[in-house]
């Protein structure tokens, strides 16, 4: 059981920590919207950029509603 620990502990690999050079953008983190980027609709690519870089600014991997609207009406957006 030991030899097997000792194997599978030397395999791992800690991806949490730096930059992932492997990416051709060179951003270590996954982004929710990197598809979306390719909407034929130019707006729908604006708003997909603003909230990737409201999450890189601020940390953050999901954001709340009220950040969404903070998002929104950051570009210009009003009801």
């Known amino acids: 059981m030991k030899q097997v620990t000792e194997q599978q502990s030397a395999t ?13 953008d ?18 729908v690519n604006e708003l997909a950029q603003a909230i990737d870089q409201y999450k ?3 940390r953050r991997r999901f954001i709340t509603f009220e950040e969404l609207h903070s998002v929104v009406t950051g570009l210009g957006y009003h009801k």
Do not use: A, K, T, V
């Open 56 to 58: 890189l600014r601020h």
């Open 26 to 43: 060179g951003i270590g983190e996954r982004r929710q919207f990197s598809n979306s980027y390719n909407s034929e609709n130019q707006d």
């Open 12 to 24: 791992f690999q800690d991806r949490r920590q730096g930059r992932d050079d492997s990416r051709p």
